[in-house]
């Protein structure tokens, strides 16, 4: 429909300004929108306040939700209009009239209710003023200032500088110096939140690291920055010059302390494979989206005690060698297994025990574990005697003296001994058992040491449990063990609870043990599992969890996070080197 507008403005010394407008729309929109064909700049009106539109039978005004029109003084919604119709929108006018030649709709707009009304009005109305009651506005800005100056400055200072810690301990009663508390202390140091001075060590100076450290003296850096690749990228060579402050915030109330945004980590670990082609460790992004898949660090020598990182996804060289043999599904057998009385069947807590409340497993030990169905009998003829486990050369010894005893005394029962050349004594006749005599005997217990040796090493029982080597010189009878290495943290850079997941899922969503032949399989779930219910820190269908639900920041073995900005090995060198596969070699 083809438009005219035409605004009016009355002058303050009498006569009508008139501006015009041509439009052609579709329909004739009222508002505050730029895109109204009458736009009118005024806060009461509604963005889009009111609509015409030019139908079959005349027009017709549309009134918006909660839009103030009148038609002709009533308060009104949708309805017909026609010329001669005057449409209160808002505080303007707006006439409807003849409209001229070759147009459809003509209307007159006019500003009749100015801002500034309102108050005026009102204020012309009352008859109360401030003086009235003998205080003026001036004698009222003084008192004002006074109090704040009193309350607020000159009596929590006199307070602070009074009253050192020691006599604030015995004050009863209100510290004036709280006032200038700028929020609730976190529920951390709820224990010190009235001993300001503490943390504010030097009034009106910046909180500083010193104050911190007297408590969390051992915290340490996220990396160590001695080394020159690291100190040569300018974004990680600022991290030593952050103060707790930038990364810890306090009067947050039970707000954590702790920054905890992704972007925080990912601005540096997004590219970190670029800006630090030496690191081992991979590139990672958002959570839910571009965070690396496990790389656990499996044994790759139980006697040398290495580790390599190998992907989760890499099955072809993902195999851990702990130097012990152990199928998880002969001992899982459903309907199953030989145990000391009789047939019994065994679940993961059998050998796995999680004590309460912990994140790990306790260690898996022979003694108290396996040995109750794989006893270290070494002679059928004497049950009552085993060999003592983890000790290779003792349980050698052990066995050729059984022999040697054994054979001393006559090892009467065996077909094959030769009988031991004893005289009868008699009693009271003290004679020495001469190493001639002895020879026979004990050349007989060497041979059955050793075939004793030979089987319970070789096969039966150490050899059953552990990698083994024979040879000479090896041992007392020529065996040795292959140092036995279980894994404890393959993921040591990561943090996983058992506890926290052991309500809500079976241990075979994460480790397929059942099916398990041998022990150098390694059962660990992929990233992905975790991703089915953690999603990244906005997520709301799914767990939130930011980086540090999961990792550290303050990493063992770095240097000290200290008030020296200069980097500096960790004083007591812990762990010594950074926590990388060098000092990981040296856990278990
Ligand atoms: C656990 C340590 C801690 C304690 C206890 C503590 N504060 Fe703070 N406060 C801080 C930190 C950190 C800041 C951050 C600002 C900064 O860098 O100084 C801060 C900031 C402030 C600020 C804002 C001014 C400024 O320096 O930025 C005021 C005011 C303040 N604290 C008052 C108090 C008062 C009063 C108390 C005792 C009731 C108190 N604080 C107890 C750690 C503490
Ligand atoms: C009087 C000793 C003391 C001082 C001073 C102190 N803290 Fe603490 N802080 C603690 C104790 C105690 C805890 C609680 C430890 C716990 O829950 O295991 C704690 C907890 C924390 C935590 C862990 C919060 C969490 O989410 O678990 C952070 C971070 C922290 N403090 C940072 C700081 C910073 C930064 C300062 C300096 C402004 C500071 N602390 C000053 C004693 C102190
Ligand atoms: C200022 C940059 C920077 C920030 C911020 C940062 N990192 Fe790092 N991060 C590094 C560097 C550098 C290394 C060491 C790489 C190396 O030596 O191979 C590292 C190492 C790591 C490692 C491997 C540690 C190890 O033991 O091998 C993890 C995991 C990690 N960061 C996670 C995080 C998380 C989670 C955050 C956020 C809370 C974070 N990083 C924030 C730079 C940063
Ligand atoms: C649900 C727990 C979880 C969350 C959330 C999480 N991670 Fe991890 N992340 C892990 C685990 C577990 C590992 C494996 C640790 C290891 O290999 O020792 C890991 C490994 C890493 C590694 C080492 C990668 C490699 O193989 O070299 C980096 C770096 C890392 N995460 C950074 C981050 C960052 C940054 C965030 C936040 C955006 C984050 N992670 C969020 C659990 C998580
Ligand atoms: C008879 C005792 C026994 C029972 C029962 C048993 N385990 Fe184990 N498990 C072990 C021993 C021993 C090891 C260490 C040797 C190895 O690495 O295989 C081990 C290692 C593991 C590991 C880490 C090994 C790796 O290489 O990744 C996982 C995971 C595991 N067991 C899960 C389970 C689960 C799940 C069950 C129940 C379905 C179970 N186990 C039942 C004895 C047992
Ligand atoms: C309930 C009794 C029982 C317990 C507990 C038990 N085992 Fe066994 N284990 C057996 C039986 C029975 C067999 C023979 C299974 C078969 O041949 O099917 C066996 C077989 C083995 C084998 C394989 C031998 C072969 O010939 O392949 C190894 C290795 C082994 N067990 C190691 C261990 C270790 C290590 C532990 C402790 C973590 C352990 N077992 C705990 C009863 C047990
Ligand atoms: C039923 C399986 C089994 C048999 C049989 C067995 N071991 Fe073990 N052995 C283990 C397991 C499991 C470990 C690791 C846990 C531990 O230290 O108890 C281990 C650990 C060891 C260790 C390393 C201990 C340490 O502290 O580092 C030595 C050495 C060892 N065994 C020697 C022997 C000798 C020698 C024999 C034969 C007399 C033997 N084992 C028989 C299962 C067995
Ligand atoms: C949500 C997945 C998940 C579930 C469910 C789970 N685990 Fe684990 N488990 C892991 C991860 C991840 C690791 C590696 C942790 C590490 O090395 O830091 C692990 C490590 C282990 C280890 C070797 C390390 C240790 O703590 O001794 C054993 C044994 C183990 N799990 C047994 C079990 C048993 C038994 C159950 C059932 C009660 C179970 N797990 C349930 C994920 C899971
Ligand atoms: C069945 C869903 C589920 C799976 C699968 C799962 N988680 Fe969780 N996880 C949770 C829930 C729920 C919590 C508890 C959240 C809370 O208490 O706020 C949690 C808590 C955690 C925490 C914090 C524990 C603590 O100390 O409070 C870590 C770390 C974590 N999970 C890591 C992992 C890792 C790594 C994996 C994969 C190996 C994994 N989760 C798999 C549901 C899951
Ligand atoms: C560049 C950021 C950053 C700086 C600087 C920083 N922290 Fe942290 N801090 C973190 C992050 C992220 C965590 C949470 C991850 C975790 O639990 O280890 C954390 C955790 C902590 C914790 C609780 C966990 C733990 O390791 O004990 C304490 C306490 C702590 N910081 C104290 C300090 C003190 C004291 C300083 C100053 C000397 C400091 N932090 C400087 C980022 C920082």
Known sequence: MEILVTYLTRRKKGGVSRRTEERSAEALHFGRSTNAEVYLADPRIRFEHAVIHHRPGGLFIEVEKLSDVRVNGQTSSNRSIGVGDVLGIGPFDVTLVEPPEGKDISIEVELVRPLGDDYAQLAARSTVRLEDYGLSRRLWSWVGFLAVLILFLALPAWYFFQHTEASAEKTVGRRFDAVWNSGPISSQHQFISDKCNICHEKPFVQVRDSACLSCHAPVTHHFDGATAEISNVPQFRKLPDKTCNDCHQEHNGSQAVTISKESFCIECHKDIERKLPQSSIKNAGRFDLDHPDFRPDVVTDSAARTFNRISISNSAELSENSGLKFP?????????????????????????????????????????????????????????????????????????????????????????????????????????????????????????????????????????????????????????????????????????????????????????????????????????????????????????????????????????????????????????????????????
């Open 328 to 588: 998880h599904d002969a001992h899982l057998k459903k309907d199953g297994i030989r145990g000391p009385n009789g047939k019994e069947t065994l679940e993961c807590r059998s050998c796995h025990i999680l004590p309460r409340g912990a994140a790990n497993f306790n260690p898996i030990g022979m003694e108290g574990t396996c040995e109750r169905c794989h006893q270290l009998v070494f002679d059928p003829r004497r049950p009552d005697r085993t060999l003592p486990h983890g000790q290779a050369n003792n349980a050698q010894m052990l066995i050729r003296e059984f022999y040697s005893d054994y054979a001393l005394r006559g090892g009467v029962n065996d077909v094959q001994a030769p009988a031991p050349d004893i005289t009868r004594q008699r009693p009271g006749e003290q004679t020495p058992v001469t190493s001639q005599r002895q020879t026979a005997p004990l050349a007989w217990a060497d041979q059955q040491a050793q075939r004793v040796a030979d089987m319970s090493f070789g096969k039966t029982m150490c050899g059953n449990c552990h990698e083994v080597s024979s040879g000479s010189g090896k041992g007392p009878l020529n065996w040795s063990v292959v140092p036995a290495l279980i894994n404890k943290a393959w993921l040591p850079r990561g943090r996983f609870d058992h506890s926290a997941h052991s309500d809500m899922l079976e241990c075979d969503s994460c480790h397929a043990a059942e099916t398990s032949k041998k022990s150098s399989d390694v059962l660990l779930p992929k990233i992905a599992v975790c991703k089915n219910c953690h999603g990244g820190e906005n997520v709301s269908n799914k767990v939130p969890s930011t980086c540090i639900t999961c990792h550290d920041f303050h990493l063992p073995g770095t240097s000290r996070m200290g008030n020296t900005k200069a980097w500096r090995k960790n004083p007591d060198g812990e762990a010594g080197e950074m926590h990388n596969l060098t000092s990981i070699e040296g856990k278990n």
